[in-house]
């Protein structure tokens, strides 16, 4: 199990906080991880932002976030609202009084309560969202920092425009994915509905857009997204960054031939597993169609540029080592010769956390990663060896989970029930 962190709740005003200055006091805040630097060094704050602590983060001034089923938050790492934002608009939202009562706190030097996450990571030594951003702001991504802090400006637009999509992953949900929703629906585990999340955003907001992130369900099927991509075209804003999150299903999409007409086009495939572990996890699609289809996307979109996603959980744990040195192949056959890598661990359901293996096998796999960073095409490439350096820490922070016997129960319960009805409708 991940470290957890106690820590006592402060409150400025009617506001909760979290309480930065004891967490770095008693040591929770550990150098960058493999830099040996300390988390201020990498905040470059612009002569211009007036912030006043090393806690601070930019993107409540300059982002906002909406989830597939339409809730708001400040980014995807936030807890989300109490209040249902569902329907409120993105402009009303972005300026509206929960995300001024964050900026009134950043600026005071204070970190609102929802925004934990972020410090909890950097105390086991990991980049953080905030850390991220940070850097992202400072190579300029978003445009200038003049004016930004007293005067926000959407700039990243975190958006999920619904459920629509043609997989059923093990660690999803009916909010997220219509094929989900629907397996779910025939196994008696709830009701469901196809949604989107339409963008009412005027085309003077839409042309002041840096960077689009586009997630989903699946976005190559969203006619909101396709339509998203037609107004910013027709504001003449081609030069923001789009960022997609694909399940990698279907490469001949006319969507991606739109995207062409953006200046930088980052493709990130989010790939749970590796053969077995992938078919399993990301029902229905095959291993082997992924491949033939990542090729094609590097064959007819040599411009794009390509990232892979990574969820770690307890079904796709053992297929790691396989996982990076297909990774390593990959990056060879690719049109720059990289293609990033970043891991997360899963959030839901509880019975798939990565915990849940066995100390024994956390360790085999543990060390067959390590023995990775001997690798030649990892030593000679800095962000080959940062990511395999972050899944090896990844490893290391995980801890035996008290109630495994119990969740592990609930996955394979779980598994078997959905097995038993995709051999069914697929005749056997």
């Not at 506001?15 to 550990?30: A, D, E, I, W, Y």
């Not at 001034?61 to 597939?68: E, G, H, V, W, Y």
């Not at 929960?98 to 030097?109: D, K, T």
């Not at 290391?396 to 016997?405: G, I």
Request: aromatic fraction near 10%.
């Amino acid at each position: 199990m991940v470290e957890r962190h106690p820590y006592k709740v402060d409150v400025i005003g009617s506001s909760p906080v979290f309480p930065t200055k004891s967490f770095l006091r008693r040591g929770h805040m550990k150098p960058l991880p493999h830099t040996g630097q300390p988390i201020k060094s990498a905040i470059n704050f612009a002569p211009s932002e007036p912030f006043q602590s090393e806690s601070a983060c930019i993107l409540p001034f300059l982002a906002t976030d909406i989830s597939s089923d339409g809730h708001y938050a400040l980014c995807c790492e936030a807890d989300r609202p109490q209040a249902n934002t569902q329907g409120l608009g993105m402009s009303k939202w972005f300026m509206g009084p929960e995300m001024n009562s964050a900026r009134n706190l950043i600026r005071a030097g204070a970190v609102p309560l929802e925004c934990k996450s972020c410090f909890i990571k950097e105390g086991r030594g990991e980049e953080s969202m905030r850390l991220r951003i940070w850097r992202y702001f400072n190579e300029g991504h978003y445009g200038p920092g003049e004016n930004l802090v007293t005067s926000p400006e959407l700039r990243l637009l975190m958006y999920r425009f619904g459920n629509s999509c043609n997989l059923s992953c093990l660690m999803c949900n009916a909010n997220a994915s219509s094929t989900y929703g629907e397996e779910a629906r025939q196994l008696s585990e709830g009701s469901w509905s196809v949604h989107s999340n339409p963008v009412d955003l005027s085309d003077a907001e839409l042309a002041k857009l840096r960077v689009l992130y586009l997630g989903g369900g699946e976005p190559s099927m969203s006619k909101e997204c396709n339509s998203l991509l037609d107004r910013i075209c027709a504001v003449k804003n081609t030069e923001l960054t789009v960022v997609l999150n694909t399940n990698g299903t279907l490469p001949h999409s006319p969507f991606f031939r739109k995207l062409t007409q953006f200046k930088f086009v980052l493709v990130g495939y989010s790939i749970d597993g590796f053969g077995d572990s992938y078919n399993l996890i990301r029902y229905p699609m095959k291993w082997d169609k992924l491949e033939r289809n990542i090729q094609t996307m590097f064959n007819n979109y040599p411009q794009f540029n390509f990232e892979i996603w990574f969820t770690l959980n307890n079904l796709n744990l053992s297929s790691i080592p396989s996982f990076l040195h297909w990774w390593l192949e990959l990056c060879e056959g690719s049109p720059t010769g990289h293609v990033q890598l970043n891991f997360s661990e899963v959030k839901a359901p509880e019975f798939l956390r990565p915990d849940l293996c066995a100390p024994d096998e956390i360790q085999r796999v543990k060390r067959l990663v390590l023995s990775l960073l001997s690798d030649e095409r990892v030593q000679q490439n800095s962000e080959k060896l940062k990511s395999v350096r972050e899944i090896a820490l990844k490893l290391s922070l995980l801890n035996t989970n008290e109630n495994a016997k119990r969740l592990l129960t609930e996955r394979d319960q779980f598994v078997e029930k959905r097995m038993c009805y995709r051999a069914q409708t697929q005749g056997g």
